[in-house]
């Protein structure tokens, strides 16, 4: 089974060289776009790549604003902060991502609480959120959402899309609804991933996107803050130092951050984005072919919901047990051919073991038996 695994991904990339998990792919306009902006001498916070990136960005997505940062990370940690997210806070996510969706809350000085993920989706499970939020949360008279236990608030949630899958969109905004709690979805890895026809990130009250170099398209490093008008005009203003606008007098009116994306990031942007159509044409082909190889075994391969188009980021499958997921694991890796386990869950890392979370079976029966396979975009000749 692994040998002929490792059969098909070697004639899937054509190659007998080391074949890594996932690698960028430059063959559009890349090096004319950067040198560019080496010819104008613009290469840094100012730049026409920037305002393009952007226009492109939300135009793509359907948001009404997309703002462009140094990375993904410092966009979530900006959108927690519009989302309202303050010291001494809680806000609610999955313990299934990477470890950047609860370092930004902790940025704020907020605590993370853990709730799990539905097996399906492998995002943010609404029933899981449902249920926490029964036995341990309630209303005040003004409407604010607090733990029983202290009384603390519990300003948002951060569901995550994970390897591109979407989340179950409609059940989670009925809960944050309900509970009055700010969405703010964590899209660092759903670029091109639309549930129900709408592109992630465009549900809550802001989305946020990372093209760090191993995403589905990339600026070297960046992020997105994806959101309305007004949140959106705000993240601007926050990003770049919160500076008023004036032709030479510096005012800032609170404490800004420099977290804005280098015009040269962005030409890199605006090249990779022209061809993201076609990434992803490549990857949902590649999927396809993992899935129909997979196929009656009993190894699963993780296939995008119902009613949604994934950008197939990251290819998966669940393994039946954790042995069986070790030895693909070792078989592959010693051939040259790179895998992964998913990540250990957030609630086991030394900062975030002490949070609060509710029943997590779902993901630490996934944490044993993911596997994240070869996902680079392939251009089949022909
Ligand atoms: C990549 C990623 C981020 C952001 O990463 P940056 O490297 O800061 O751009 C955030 N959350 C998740 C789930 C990610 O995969």
């Known amino acids: 089974m692994n040998e002929q695994l490792i059969s ?5 990339f ?3 060289d080391f074949i890594p998990l996932h690698a960028p792919v430059f063959s559009g306009r890349e090096k004319d776009y950067v040198v560019d902006t080496i010819d104008s001498t613009f290469v840094s916070s100012v730049g026409a790549y920037v305002d393009r990136f952007e226009q492109d960005m939300a135009s793509y997505t359907g948001a009404p604003r997309a703002v462009a940062t140094v990375n993904g990370t410092a966009a979530l940690h900006i959108a927690l902060r ?11 996510t999955q313990p299934l991502t990477f470890v950047a969706t609860c370092n930004a809350i902790a940025y704020c000085g907020a605590e993370p609480v853990f709730v799990d993920v539905d097996r399906h ?4 499970s609404p029933q899981a959120l449902e ?3 029964e036995d341990n949360a309630q209303l005040d008279a003004e409407g604010v959402c607090r733990a029983k236990a202290d009384n603390k608030a519990i300003r948002a949630c951060v569901p995550m899309h994970t390897f591109g899958h979407p989340a179950d969109l409609d059940g989670l905004v009925a809960v944050c609804q309900r509970w009055n709690l700010n969405l703010v979805e964590d899209a660092a890895e759903s670029l091109g991933s639309f549930y129900k026809g709408r592109h992630t990130g465009t549900f809550g009250a802001l989305g946020t996107l990372s093209f760090n170099g191993n995403k589905i398209m990339t600026t070297g490093g960046g992020g997105m803050i994806l959101a309305g008008e007004e949140l959106g005009a705000h993240a601007k203003h926050l990003t770049t130092t919160a500076k008023k606008p004036h032709p030479y007098e510096y005012i800032h009116d609170e404490v800004g951050y ?3 994306l280098p015009n040269l990031n962005a ?5 990779q984005l022209e061809q993201l159509e076609s990434f992803i044409e490549a990857k949902r082909a590649l999927a396809a072919g993992y899935e129909a190889f997979f196929r009656g075994g009993d190894i699963e391969f993780v296939k995008e919901p119902a009613e949604c188009r994934s950008n197939y980021w990251l290819n998966a499958v669940v393994c039946e047990n954790k042995a069986q997921r070790d030895a693909l694991l070792k078989s592959t890796n010693d051939q040259g051919v790179m895998t992964r386990p998913i990540w250990a869950l957030m609630n086991h890392l030394a900062m975030y073991q002490q949070c609060r979370k509710g029943d997590l079976h779902n993901a630490e029966w996934l944490e044993a038996r993911v596997v994240n396979l070869p996902s680079s975009v392939v251009v089949k000749a022909g």
Do not use: K, M
């Not at 098909?8 to 899937?12: A, L």
């Open 121 to 124: 989706t492998l995002g943010l």
């Open 8 to 12: 098909f991904i070697r004639d899937y």
């Open 258 to 260: 420099n977290y804005r």
């Open 14 to 16: 054509g190659t007998s």
């Open 131 to 133: 249920t926490w939020l």
């Open 267 to 271: 030409a890199l942007g605006c090249a």
């Open 82 to 92: 519009l989302a309202g997210v303050e010291s001494g806070d809680l806000v609610i």
